[in-house]
């Protein structure tokens, strides 16, 4: 039964599972796509972060002596880099979810939420087949993690995950009416890396800047990530607190915006 659109900002959870298969299909097309006619193939999920890692550490690290807090430089690189990477490619690949896909926005009826979600899921693959370098550097390093800390590292990748949900529901809503959006978030992902405290070890910053780099919840995603892998130094709990309340906002103001504009998506689009 097909009924108007609530503006509410809500998931509709039921009306997703009961399209569970629409999303599965949605996503296995990305992942068979995302690699599709390149010689290397899923390879690149492996040599895309280490050739950025490389690149911050002989920039960051040799030359620019950027703090690591006592935690070998490489790892902490490779630590801030692979959620860094997920982060952005799930924003570019939600926030453009809408437009790439006009035939099935404007023709067939299903939750216009399954792109935008669907689009933070396929970069997961990536993030997973990466995970091999971190291990190894952890491996070379001796930077293993405690066992009561692990534990941790789930919920702040599920932070990050949470943080691009939002972001893209905003900004693929936004894009559906202006495609300035495009253009906006390769420039917004160059600075972000370091506002995040991916080349450098956040708690060795001043606190005055800590605590403005706690209103980007990546920050949080890092610095909980690397503590929870790598046994690092523990983030701040009340900045780490202050990132995912701000994630959480994002991600209410995110549905919320997707949910007002959803009714004109097709005549806009």
Same mark, same amino acid.
């Given at each position: ?18 399209? #569970? ?15 599709? %006619?390149?010689?290397?193939? !899923? ?7 280490? @050739? ?7 920039? @960051? ?23 860094? %990477? ?28 399954? =792109?935008?979600?669907?689009?933070? !899921?396929?970069?997961?693959? &990536?993030? !997973?087949?990466?995970?091999?370098? =971190? ?46 959006? #495009?253009?906006? !978030? ?18 060795? *910053? ?5 605590? *403005?780099?706690? @209103? ?5 995603? *890092?610095?909980?990530? #690397?503590?929870?892998?790598? &046994? ?6 009340? %900045? ?10 994002? @991600? ?16 806009? *689009?």
């Amino acid at each position: 039964m097909i009924k108007p659109a609530s503006r509410w900002p809500h998931l509709a959870v039921s009306e997703l599972w009961h399209y #569970r298969e629409l999303l599965a299909t949605l996503v296995w097309r990305d992942v068979v796509v995302r690699y599709k %006619q390149t010689f290397l193939g !899923i390879a690149w999920a492996l040599l895309v972060p280490a @050739f950025t890692a490389a690149v911050y550490v002989v920039v @960051f690290g040799k030359f620019a002596n950027f703090p690591s807090g006592g935690t070998p430089y490489v790892s902490l690189v490779i630590a801030g880099v692979l959620p860094m %990477q997920y982060f952005a490619s799930s924003l570019t690949s939600s926030s453009m979810s809408l437009a790439a896909n006009l035939p099935l926005v404007t023709k067939v009826y299903f939750p216009r939420t399954l =792109l935008p979600l669907a689009a933070v !899921i396929v970069p997961l693959v &990536d993030f !997973i087949v990466g995970l091999p370098v =971190l291990i190894g550097l952890m491996w070379r390093d001796g930077a293993w993690p405690s066992a009561p800390t692990v534990v941790f590292a789930p919920l702040f990748l599920g932070l990050a995950v949470l943080t691009a949900l939002g972001t893209g529901l905003l900004l693929s809503a936004v894009n559906v009416r202006y495609r300035d959006v #495009r253009y906006v !978030i390769p420039v917004f992902l160059q600075v972000l890396p370091l506002l995040s405290g991916v080349m450098y070890a956040v708690e060795e *910053i001043p606190t005055k800047w800590q605590w *403005i780099l706690a @209103f980007n919840p990546m920050t949080a995603v *890092i610095a909980g990530w #690397r503590w929870a892998v790598l &046994d690092a130094s523990a983030p701040d709990p009340a %900045q780490t607190a202050v990132g995912f309340a701000v994630g959480v906002v994002l @991600f209410v103001v995110g549905l919320a915006v997707f949910r007002a504009s959803e009714p004109r998506f097709a005549d806009t *689009i």
